[in-house]
């Protein structure tokens, strides 16, 4: 029988199935739940309550923030100074709180802080057109300054009256003995997740890493959705601050100094290209937990924790590699 | 009527005249080959109608009333669509998601609206249907051909009821087989009353699918014939400057 023309347009190329066997995050998250079984049985301090929860609540920072950098790296950009933004952002929630005023003031003092270095990101980037490695390295040395200005440069570990309000938001467990980051963070990624797959806004984000040019003359406003792309990521940032502040119960000047380049691993590794157009909210989440896995797993094992980098640092060649061979067999 | 009509259009850049005191009309259903060298004012006269500039002098009009256009989004409005030389397509996206870039089909209640996937995907099915073009709304433009790329890119001007279509060298870089196909497609949109002008320096493209052809040299106008009276050889010189001018 002739196949018509209909049936052929009807027709998709990759069943539901194979499209997910050939991702990567299917991949990484296949090797987290293998290495899962495999510390399991190899240690007996894996799988035990209390190390599961401190695994959870662990991957919950990196994971929040990769959220929202999995959305800048999609548009094509990137965010050095998630790290900074953090340390300013709990600097700030502590700072207020400590001067006697309620959490609820101190968190949308935090939080605004985070927009409004996210929105010069954005501007920066998209009106004046600076490459966003650079305004986001510029940033990543002024908040950390700025941090220390803020607290003299001491450790804030007193919060006022709603100190104890705080300390539960972040080191809590209200539903079902999971960690409130965990929930959060849960929250966080379906939310994400949602805006990606069924907004148009998402759409957008994907339309202008593929071909930002294309997004401009087809009517896309790129401009504006750069710059709240870059509003998400540092107010992703700005969450994860607050929350690690109510864990901690106690900000130094260099909390979050290094994690951005967790969280970018944790992105890559979840499978969103830095060159942009590929990335999921999944990817983000399962990448952190790799990273996470791979570092509590050292420990375990009884491994010199000097290795650890070694280790993730493999572990972000490996799942790039993977995705190369892939393509190299698809294109042959 | 003519569709579009263009009175004594000039455009300068400072002291470069681009393009000097065009007139000509495009009629519904027909095709149009815009000739000229690089240089000759063709893209800068297609900018003008899409909106991108506006002209220094003269006038357009469109179904016989005045067209001012200020921006591309206006000359869409009034019904113009463009297929961009580099088609302006995503490759991480859809062959649906790209037809409707920018112009998405969405359903729910005021600011809470969602994609629908649904409506697109048959929609997008049905367009290319239309274009006899075996593209499947479903698979990523990254795996297409470039006839396929073409039928993503001519879709798009389908979504609304256009009247004018510009493409610009829409044969540039396909392979030959290819460019059967798009020249079918543009065959199926003359037959649908839509007016195609077609900017192409490929001869047989041109002779093969336009019924009137424009040649520009040095941003002036000069020859606008019906291709049954012209010929290759005839264009070729005009274009070269070989043959200065025919009525």
Same mark, same amino acid.
């Given at each position: ?19 997910k066997l050939s991702s990567q995050t299917f991949w990484v998250l296949v090797a987290v739940i293998l290495a899962c079984i495999f510390l399991s049985f190899a240690t007996d301090s894996f799988a035990t309550s209390k190390n599961l929860y401190n695994i959870t609540r662990n991957v919950t920072f990196v994971a929040i923030i990769a959220l929202?950098m999995t ?107 999971i960690a409130?980051p965990v929930?959060?963070m849960v929250?966080?990624a ?25 997004? &401009? ?14 509003? &998400? ?26 994690l951005?380049l967790q969280v970018i691993a944790a992105a890559v590794i979840g499978g969103a ?6 990335g999921t909210a999944l990817g983000a989440i399962v990448g952190a937990a790799l990273i996470e896995v791979i570092r509590n797993s050292l420990g375990l094992l009884g491994i010199n924790a000097f290795w650890q980098g070694c280790f993730i640092g493999g572990a972000i060649l490996f799942a790039v590699l993977f995705d190369r061979v892939r ?6 | ?14 002291? !470069? ?28 006269? =297609? ?151 077609? !900017? ?34 005839? =264009? ?12």
């Amino acid at each position: 029988m002739a196949i018509t023309l209909d049936q052929t347009i009807a027709h998709k190329q990759q069943s539901w199935l194979a499209e997910k066997l050939s991702s990567q995050t299917f991949w990484v998250l296949v090797a987290v739940i293998l290495a899962c079984i495999f510390l399991s049985f190899a240690t007996d301090s894996f799988a035990t309550s209390k190390n599961l929860y401190n695994i959870t609540r662990n991957v919950t920072f990196v994971a929040i923030i990769a959220l929202g950098m999995t959305l800048v790296i999609i548009t094509g950009g990137i965010d050095l100074s998630v790290g900074s933004v953090l340390c300013l952002c709990s600097m700030i929630l502590g700072v207020v709180m400590h001067a006697g005023y309620s959490i609820e003031v101190g968190i949308a003092a935090s939080i605004a802080t985070a927009l409004v270095i996210g929105a010069c990101h954005g501007l920066l980037i998209a009106y004046i057109g600076m490459p966003p490695f650079v305004v986001t390295l510029a940033t990543l040395s002024i908040a950390r300054s700025l941090a220390m200005v803020a607290s003299g440069n001491t450790v804030v570990f007193q919060f006022g009256p709603d100190h104890d309000k705080l300390l539960a938001l972040g080191g809590g467990a209200w539903f079902f003995g999971i960690a409130n980051p965990v929930v959060y963070m849960v929250v966080l990624a379906l939310i994400t997740g949602f805006i990606l797959r069924w907004t148009r806004f998402g759409r957008y984000i994907y339309a202008i890493g593929g071909n930002e040019h294309a997004a &401009i003359l087809t009517g896309v406003p790129v401009r504006q959705i750069k710059v709240a792309v870059y509003m &998400i990521s540092s107010l992703s940032a700005g969450i994860a601050g607050i929350i690690q502040t109510g864990w901690l119960g106690a900000i130094t000047t260099n909390i979050g100094t290094g994690l951005e380049l967790q969280v970018i691993a944790a992105a890559v590794i979840g499978g969103a290209a830095l060159a942009g157009g590929v990335g999921t909210a999944l990817g983000a989440i399962v990448g952190a937990a790799l990273i996470e896995v791979i570092r509590n797993s050292l420990g375990l094992l009884g491994i010199n924790a000097f290795w650890q980098g070694c280790f993730i640092g493999g572990a972000i060649l490996f799942a790039v590699l993977f995705d190369r061979v892939r393509k190299f067999r698809q294109s042959e | 009527m003519a569709v579009l009509e263009l009175t004594n259009i000039s455009k300068h850049f400072g002291a !470069i005249q681009a393009v000097n005191d065009v007139s000509f009309s495009i009629e519904a259903g027909e095709v149009v080959g815009l000739m000229g060298d690089n240089g000759a004012g063709k893209s800068t006269l =297609v900018k003008m109608i899409a909106g991108n500039f506006s002209p220094s002098h003269g006038t357009m009009r469109m179904d016989g009333a005045e067209l001012v256009l200020n921006k591309p989004v206006e000359a869409r409005r009034h019904g113009i669509e463009i297929v961009h030389q580099d088609l302006a397509l995503c490759d991480n996206l859809t062959a649906a998601a790209n037809v409707f870039l920018g112009r998405e089909i969405r359903r729910g209640v005021g600011p809470f609206r969602i994609l629908d996937y649904a409506s697109m995907y048959k929609r997008a099915g049905q367009i290319f249907a239309e274009l006899k073009s075996e593209t499947r709304p479903r698979d990523l433009v990254k795996q297409m051909s470039g006839g396929q790329r073409q039928a993503v890119a001519i879709a798009r001007t389908r979504l609304s009821e256009a009247k004018i279509v510009l493409m610009d060298e829409p044969t540039a870089a396909i392979s030959v087989r290819q460019v059967a196909e798009v020249l079918n497609l543009i065959r199926h949109l003359r037959d649908q009353g839509i007016a195609v002008v077609l !900017i192409s320096h490929r001869m047989p493209d041109v002779f093969d699918v336009a019924d009137r052809v424009i040649v520009m040299r040095r941003g002036r106008k000069v020859a606008d014939k019906r291709i049954a009276a012209s010929s290759p050889e005839e =264009v070729t010189g005009l274009i070269t400057g070989a043959i200065e001018q025919v009525a």
